[in-house]
């Protein structure tokens, strides 16, 4: 098979997989090969990350993607920054896939893209070996090869809670070894994004900081972590040099479900050497009268959430009960009001404890908390707290039951204390 890939001639024969995307507004339909689905980005996260990325000044010359398996990220790079594409795949399938999406990504959106397509290549190839796709790059385009910035995707074991760096495929060193000298500098450094595993620890991004610094010494950096909700982080990218912000040492981005709406961003917090910066949890009792809410998790793990809280509700009366897991949760003496429609998202749960019990929510224990409800005039109780799958219907059914036979007016929940037995009952205010 020829390595050179064109966009505007290469054929889309034999490519089996394919498949619409649902996270894209237009309804999209992309080539994958060989079980590339999984790794490919989805649509949405792509191109809002153009948009958001194309704030920066980007030098001129062609968008790299040195892993660009299906080739979605980069499409979404070279349609908003309106530049050419070198997109490189080892897989010679997935790499012919990439480049029949990113002629049918550009069709699709229409516009005057002709000379965009005509520019832009994809190699068949190793990306490591950046002096032979400069050379490849320069012969198909005139003598003209510059690089404007580089995005890694790198593949990653499946099914490994847990993996080192040196598992990314390809590594980044040796695309740092490959591409440093071709990449076109800003005054800040080359513009460079690195879109690395969500689960990696505070240790292994701070082990890929070091590798970066041994490149390009205190290069900017900014973290940048993307949700799409339920508390998930789908994408954790290290933005660099001149995509990088000196006053912005984390972000957090949270998609919206509405995929025509733009997503909501949180930006600040310290640099990553500094520590994690998640607020510890601490033993405290909840009081009657006070507020509980459940926080976005993804949110809490960029450590941002703070930060936020801290411009809604006076920190010296917040206090953090449970920092990690799937229900962040804090008590608080000031209401937590948000106004925003996107800010909602970013709280599971919020409420005034009325009532507290020293004993958790079972099939046994129930009524109890049943009446507590009607006694407060809930209409509604949703269960918070960690049940196992096959109780939760069970339980629900007996609040729903009891509860539709009064004429109670306010909504409630029902949350788990995470260092003791204790629940609580709360109202929606
Ligand atoms: C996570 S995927 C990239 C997905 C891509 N961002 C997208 O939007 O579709 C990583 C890709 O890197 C490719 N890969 C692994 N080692 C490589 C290498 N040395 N050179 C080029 N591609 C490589 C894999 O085949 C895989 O398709």
Redesign the pocket.
């Known amino acids: 098979m020829e390595d050179i890939l064109r966009p505007l001639d290469v054929k889309s024969d034999g490519l089996v997989e394919s498949m619409k995307d649902p996270t894209s507004a237009e309804g999209m339909i992309f080539f994958h090969a060989d079980e ?1 689905k999984p ?3 989805p649509w949405q996260v ?1 191109i809002s990350r153009a948009i958001l990325l194309n704030q920066n000044q980007i030098p001129d010359g062609h968008i790299l ?9 980069i499409a979404a790079y070279s349609a908003i920054f309106k530049r050419p594409a070198l997109g ?4 010679p399938q ?1 790499a012919r896939a990439s480049a029949v999406n990113f002629r049918n990504i550009f069709k699709l959106r229409g516009g005057n893209t002709e000379n965009i397509l005509n520019k832009s290549i994809f190699l068949a190839a ?3 070996d950046g002096a032979g796709a400069i050379e490849k790059l320069s012969t198909a385009n005139n003598g003209q090869a510059k690089i404007a910035l580089l995005h890694l ?3 990653r074991p499946r099914n490994s809670r847990s993996h080192s760096l040196d598992e990314m ?2 590594r980044l060193d040796e695309i740092f070894d490959g591409w440093k000298e071709h990449l076109a500098e800003t005054k800040s450094g080359p513009c460079i994004l690195l ?1 690395l595993s969500p689960r990696l620890s505070h240790n292994q991004r701070l082990e890929v900081e070091s590798i970066v610094d041994r490149y390009w010494p205190e290069i900017t950096k900014t973290w940048t972590w993307t949700s799409r909700g339920k508390g998930r982080v789908d994408r954790l990218a290290l933005w660099l040099g001149g995509l990088a912000n000196k006053a912005i040492a984390r972000r957090f981005v949270r998609i919206s479900p509405d995929l025509k709406q733009e997503p909501f961003i949180i930006e600040g917090g310290l640099k990553l050497d500094i520590g994690e910066d998640i607020p510890a949890s601490s033993h405290r009792m909840p009081k009657r009268g006070e507020y509980i809410s459940i926080l976005d998790s993804a949110l809490v793990e960029c450590g941002l959430a703070k930060y936020w809280l801290a411009e809604k509700i006076d920190p010296e009366k917040t206090f953090w009960v449970e920092s990690t897991g799937r229900r962040p949760q804090i008590h608080h003496e000031e209401k937590l009001t948000l106004d925003d429609k996107s800010e909602r998202t970013l709280i599971q749960a919020s409420g005034r404890i009325i009532e507290i019990f020293h004993q958790q929510l079972t099939p046994e224990t129930v009524d109890g908390f049943v009446e507590q409800a009607i006694a407060n005039d809930i209409k509604k109780v949703t269960i918070r707290t960690p049940l196992e799958p096959s109780l939760h219907p069970k339980i629900q059914g007996s609040f729903d039951r009891q509860l539709a036979r009064r004429s109670g007016k306010r909504e409630g929940f029902i949350i788990q204390h995470p260092n003791s037995e204790m629940s609580m009952l709360c109202v929606v205010e």
Do not use: F, V
């Open positions: 590339g790794l490919a980005t792509a993607d040195c892993a660009c398996g299906s080739g979605i990220q490189i795949e080892l897989n997935r190793d990306g490591r995707d790198p593949a495929k390809p879109d």
